[in-house]
């Protein structure tokens, strides 16, 4: 089975932190995504790649970043951490141009005080 | 543009009777369409999709979905819930080559409690 690992499940930080999300998957899948997910608004596309060292912005990429240095991990980036970034963030993988189905990791809980 | 709307953000049943969570599409094109569930504390699963071919479509857990064109809907339904099934549903299109095939659209979830 794929396995999409994410390093923290909870993470607390203060208001102008530097963030460092990082997300590993195990299936050489080409491409990669972040969402963020809060209550009522499902599941938005931050940030997404579909090569090393690739990145496309998604739908809400403002005050994040990503680097995608290696084909299996992935990160997201928060330069100066503010408290409307408190959400969960679940990282993605899916193979090829076909895309079809994703696989997810288990999320982290992102507290910005 | 592609999106979805789930029309319930709460569905609540008792175990043994059927579910349904609704959910409507708009798009331009013939959609890929899919439903994703995710348990507390987990990551997503994909639990079906549609992808042009039969417009009834089975997934796992019992779970099935009817693609209708006609009324751009993708209802989820089980005959029979069961406790394990109390989980967050989401309904979710992908983005074609001409906007961003690489997008899936999510809806904004349901929520299915079980009761005993």
């Known amino acids: 089975d794929v396995k999409v690992t994410q390093s923290s499940r909870y993470l607390v930080k203060r208001t102008g932190e530097k963030v460092f999300l990082e997300c590993v998957q195990d299936?050489?899948?080409?491409?990669m995504f972040w969402y963020r997910q809060d209550p009522g608004l499902g599941l938005r596309l931050i940030y997404f790649?579909?090569?090393?060292?690739?990145?496309e912005k998604g739908d809400i990429p403002e005050g994040y970043s990503v680097s995608r240095e290696k084909k299996e991990r992935f990160s997201l980036i928060l330069e100066s951490a503010s408290t409307n970034q408190t959400s969960m963030y679940l990282c993605?993988?899916?193979?090829?141009?076909?895309?079809?189905?994703?696989?997810f990791g288990s999320g982290t809980q992102l507290s910005v005080l | 543009a592609q999106s979805v709307t789930q029309l319930d953000s709460h569905v609540s049943v008792s175990e043994g009777t059927p579910v349904l969570l609704r959910c409507n599409y708009s798009s331009s094109y013939s959609p890929s369409l899919f439903w994703y569930v995710q348990h507390p504390n987990k990551g997503l699963q994909l639990l079906l999709k549609?992808?042009?071919?039969?417009?009834l479509v089975k997934g796992i857990n019992g779970f099935e979905a009817e693609f209708k064109k006609s009324e751009t809907s993708f209802h989820l339904t089980k005959p029979s819930a069961h406790m394990s099934d109390a989980a967050e549903y989401f309904c979710?299109?992908?983005?074609?080559?001409?906007?961003?095939?690489?997008?899936?659209?999510f809806g904004s979830g349901t929520k299915l409690n079980v009761k005993p």
């Open positions: 299936m050489d899948h080409e491409n």
């Open positions: 549609y992808t042009s071919a039969a417009t």
């Open positions: 790649s579909y090569d090393v060292k690739m990145k």
């Open positions: 993605a993988s899916s193979m090829g141009r076909r895309n079809e189905k994703l696989f």
């Open positions: 979710v299109v992908k983005g074609s080559e001409e906007d961003n095939f690489n997008n899936f659209y």
